[in-house]
């Protein structure tokens, strides 16, 4: 199949020099030997995934009817289709899950709290519609354990620090039903901490926001710092106590967004011990298609167009303004020069898979818009001359070593007792 997904990909690929630098990053590709290599690695060490949108996208677009949606079919051809399935799971060789239970940040207040739980329910009927393909994990022992046994080994991410609504009290029951990390931010900043694409309100961390991370580090709970500002990003690695992941984000040298994180950024994550799990978004991998995506959504909003459709589900209005302005290429090569830099900066063992399928819109790089298309990212790793060491590492070991360490954190913690805070009037 791999070899399959790259005749494919390369297939699409523009002719040399059509296109900017960035995105002609497809050649060379690849060699056989370089595909079963990946191939061996992946098999033997699964990836742990550090996002995923999924319950989300059926809750929104399939009405939350979670037995409804066979997770055990292709949930591509379904209406509206997903990124996610148990069969591509498997050939994308994906064995662990972080699930994010996102929430809107315009749903705030105690609304937020009961939107967030239903969001943690859906996981767990997922989970209990799939038992023989999918556990729930509660932290690295089990999780690598339920991985090597066939089954997706299924934790939970509370993705945006607006769900816990001020009270460290919700944080813990999060942590009770199985929660193992927690974003600070999303979009938007709260009053404790900002987000990297809303105005400070915290100008890093207030005391409150010191206390959610101390909390964290009791419970034994990952610190996610993707989507928080860069303030924010230093406040957080000055006073943890445990490594912090950033669950799906990118480098910014590479490509210049704001969610993308600095050098500076990646440095201290790599000496906090942490892991950065890169995402698979195009609009964060390359400059040259955010622009032209920009450009896209003007276009789609002037026709009275969806702006968030791609590929086959564009609207027949945009495509002759697509036609007029090809989408540029970004492939598994763009991805792999962003865990190439972040390895580069924060060093091999601080970078990780968090690709944000089925939170990036039915996009992706080419041959990679679903979770099947992992494989790819590492042959190409491969070919560059990544060791199976490096990529194991890459693939779960590192993100694995950080989840064992906050728990270590946590029973050093033992002895503390909660901390009664609230962030609300």
């Not at 005749?7 to 995105?23: E, H, K, N, R, Y």
């Not at 830099?341 to 819109?361: E, F, K, L, N, Q």
């Amino acid at each position: 199949m791999l070899v399959a997904l790259l005749l494919a990909a390369q297939a699409s690929a523009p002719m040399p020099g059509s296109l900017p630098a960035q995105t002609q990053a497809f050649a060379p590709v690849p060699s056989r030997r370089d595909i079963a290599r990946a191939e061996r690695v992946l098999t033997r060490t699964p990836i742990i995934d550090g996002h995923n949108d999924l319950p989300w996208e059926i809750r929104d677009g399939h009405h939350g009817a979670v037995e409804a949606v066979d997770l055990t079919a292709n949930t591509s051809r379904i209406d509206p289709p997903l990124q996610t399935d148990l069969p591509r799971m498997a050939n994308g060789h994906v064995g662990g899950q972080f699930w994010s239970v996102w929430i809107p940040a315009t749903i705030t207040g105690p609304a937020a709290v009961e939107t967030t739980i239903e969001q943690i329910d859906i996981v767990h009927r997922m989970i209990a519609a799939n038992p023989a393909r999918m556990a729930l994990s509660t932290g690295a022992a089990d999780m690598a354990r339920i991985a090597r046994g066939g089954r997706v080994a299924s934790l939970i991410g509370v993705e945006g620090g607006h769900q816990i609504d001020g009270r460290l009290s919700v944080l813990r029951q999060y942590h009770a039903l199985g929660v193992r990390y927690l974003t600070l931010t999303h979009g938007k900043s709260v009053g404790w901490a900002d987000s990297s694409t809303d105005a400070p309100r915290a100008n890093g961390l207030t005391p409150f926001g010191r206390q959610v991370v101390a909390e964290m580090n009791r419970l034994g709970m990952l610190v996610d710092v993707a989507h928080v500002s860069d303030a924010t990003m230093a406040a957080v690695l000055a006073v943890t106590k445990a490594p912090v992941i950033a669950s799906h984000s990118n480098a910014r040298a590479v490509a210049d967004r704001p969610r993308n994180i600095p050098d500076a950024l990646l440095r201290a994550i790599g000496v906090n011990g942490g892991v950065v799990m890169v995402n698979a978004y195009p609009a964060f991998l390359s400059g040259t298609w955010n622009d032209w995506d920009n450009a896209r959504i003007a276009a789609a909003r002037a026709l009275g167009v969806p702006t968030d459709r791609y590929g086959g589900r564009t609207p027949v209005a945009l495509r002759d303004w697509i036609a007029a302005h090809p989408e540029p290429h970004v492939t598994a090569a763009t991805m792999a020069d962003h865990v190439d830099h972040i390895a580069t900066v924060a060093g091999r063992a601080h970078v990780g898979i968090g690709g944000d399928y089925d939170g990036i819109s039915g996009t992706g790089p080419e041959g990679m818009t679903g979770v099947d298309g992992y494989p790819l990212l590492f042959a190409e790793l491969a070919r560059r001359g990544w060791s199976d060491r490096d990529l194991a590492g890459l693939a779960q070991g590192n993100v694995l070593r950080v989840l064992a360490r906050a728990e270590a954190v946590a029973r050093s913690l033992s002895a503390m007792p909660p901390v009664d805070a609230t962030d609300r009037p």
